[in-house]
């Protein structure tokens, strides 16, 4: 089982609508979330973090889920520049970091 | 403020040749990420140097092999250069004990390395 999993779509998806993507990761000893946002060839960029009791920003909601080992991304009102792929990152800190990246979602939201 | 920057940003080499990649780290960080994206994946993680020591590898043969200098900065080296270490080569900084968004890693924009 991979370490971070993420459904690599591709979601087509209209202008305006709401669309969310599942990550799940297997280290129950992670400690740190994050969403990470790629434009095609182009570097990743951080989006937001992912707080225990979830967190907003803007159009852009996260969750997290300990207990099932799951983070979630919402992405509401969706809109052409939000075309993109979405990395789920997932941070273990034992001494040192360890960070490990989901395969990452696409997401293509058509006019 | 500067952030992440690499070097070359493009590169084409032959199989069995050597190569080596720069980076930069954001100023105030002091810990240096390679990561290897390959076409539609994720990034690999490749290595991490700290205080001028590699401190965690990923899964990739010795050819890859690295070094991080005094004032942080860091070189990615390949030797004997395969078809398919053809990718992105991405470099991100970070400052060790600050798991905050801002300071977890932040990415230069890669170096495409193109093997024939």
């Known amino acids: 089982r991979k370490e971070v999993e993420q459904d690599p779509g591709p979601f087509n998806v209209p202008e305006g609508a709401t669309v969310a993507f599942n990550c799940t990761y297997s280290n129950s000893a992670s400690q740190s979330f994050f969403w990470y946002r790629q434009d095609c060839r182009k570097e990743p960029k951080l989006l937001m973090s992912?707080?225990?009791s979830g967190n907003e920003d803007g159009r852009f909601t996260a969750q997290l889920n300990r207990a099932s080992q799951y983070i979630s991304l919402l992405i509401r009102d969706s809109k052409l520049s939000d075309s993109a792929t979405y990395l789920c990152?997932?941070?273990?800190?034992?001494?040192?970091?360890?960070?490990?990246f989901g395969t990452g979602t696409k997401l293509q939201v058509i006019p | 403020d500067a952030g992440v920057t690499q070097s070359p940003t493009h590169l084409i080499k032959t199989r069995g040749q050597q190569v080596t990649l720069r980076c930069s780290p954001k100023s105030g960080h002091d810990t240096v990420s390679w990561y290897q994206q390959a076409l539609g994946q994720g990034p690999q993680f490749i290595f991490q140097?700290?205080?001028?020591?590699?401190?965690q590898r990923g899964n990739f043969p010795d050819r890859f092999s690295g070094h991080q200098f005094p004032n942080y900065s860091s070189e990615l080296n390949v030797n004997a250069l395969l078809l398919g270490d053809s990718a992105l080569y991405l470099c991100?900084?970070?400052?060790?004990?600050?798991?905050?968004?801002?300071?977890?890693?932040?990415f230069g924009a890669g170096s495409r390395l193109t093997v024939l």
């Open positions: 992912v707080y225990s």
């Open positions: 990152v997932v941070m273990y800190s034992g001494g040192y970091q360890k960070v490990t």
């Open positions: 991100a900084s970070s400052r060790t004990g600050d798991l905050s968004g801002a300071n977890v890693l932040t």
């Open positions: 140097y700290y205080e001028e020591e590699e401190r």
